[in-house]
């Protein structure tokens, strides 16, 4: 089964500065699709931003980015200019098309106002 | 917009009950999941089901089972609640193909007493 890591249980941010959540995973596959899923505290589980595999460039979605590196199996969030809104659990998430999705154990983000 | 909706935000049951998780989407998706959430743990997959009266076992099907009978609902079902499964139980729904993300219910928080 495909593994995905995040290695940051808890993070902190000051409003309006960038901080960026850890990902890794693990797999054999060469096309598949990543996400960064957003919970806020007792709301539903949104998606942040998604990426495909084959494709270089970087997804962005406002002030949301990533670093993909698929060669290090590495699929890190970047929040540009901290919000209080963006305080949440996010999570990292791996998919082979067709198949379930493999999520990470979550990192908790604080904001700081 | 996609809807996921689980029956219940919150349940409390006995132990030994037998319990009922019903979980529909509106979107016509032919996969729908099953994953549970604790702290620490990250989402699990219990079951998954690509089409009607198809299921999978996920990573921790044990005393846990499902039905599809019709492809916009997807029930969990505990055949003996234990207290062990007190959690969170979030359903969710994608498309079997391509390029698309897991769509999420709003989550049933389980407490067996």
């Known amino acids: 089964a495909q593994t995905v890591t995040q290695s940051q249980p808890e993070m902190s941010v000051q409003e309006a500065e960038t901080v960026t959540l850890s990902c890794t995973y693990d797999?054999?596959?060469?096309?598949?699709?990543l996400f960064w899923y957003k919970q806020p505290p007792s709301r539903q589980m949104i998606l942040v931003i998604r990426?495909?595999?084959?494709?270089?460039q970087n997804a962005t979605e406002n002030r949301f980015s990533v670093n993909f590196q698929k060669a290090a199996k590495s699929f890190s969030l970047k929040i540009s200019d901290s919000q209080l809104g963006d305080a949440a659990m996010y999570f990292c998430?791996?998919?082979?098309?067709?198949?379930?999705?493999?999520f990470g154990t979550g990192t908790s983000l604080t904001v700081i106002p | 917009d996609v809807k996921v909706t689980q029956s219940s935000r919150y349940l409390v049951k006995r132990t030994g009950e037998k319990v009922f998780l019903e979980c529909v989407q509106d979107?016509?998706?032919?996969?729908m999941f099953w994953y549970r959430q604790d702290p620490g743990l990250g989402l699990r997959l219990i079951y998954f089901s690509y089409d009607v009266k198809m299921k999978e076992k996920g990573d921790i099907p044990e005393g846990y089972s499902v039905s599809r009978e019709k492809k916009e609902r997807f029930s969990l079902i505990l055949e003996s609640a234990s207290t062990n499964q007190t959690s969170m139980y979030l359903c969710?729904?994608?498309?079997?193909?391509?390029?698309?993300?897991?769509?999420f219910g709003q989550g049933t928080r389980l407490t067996v007493v």
């Open positions: 797999t054999s596959e060469s096309d598949y699709y």
């Open positions: 969710a729904s994608s498309l079997l193909l391509g390029y698309t993300e897991a769509f």
């Open positions: 979107m016509d998706h032919e996969n």
């Open positions: 998430a791996y998919r082979k098309t067709g198949n379930q999705f493999y």
């Open positions: 990426q495909e595999a084959y494709k270089q």
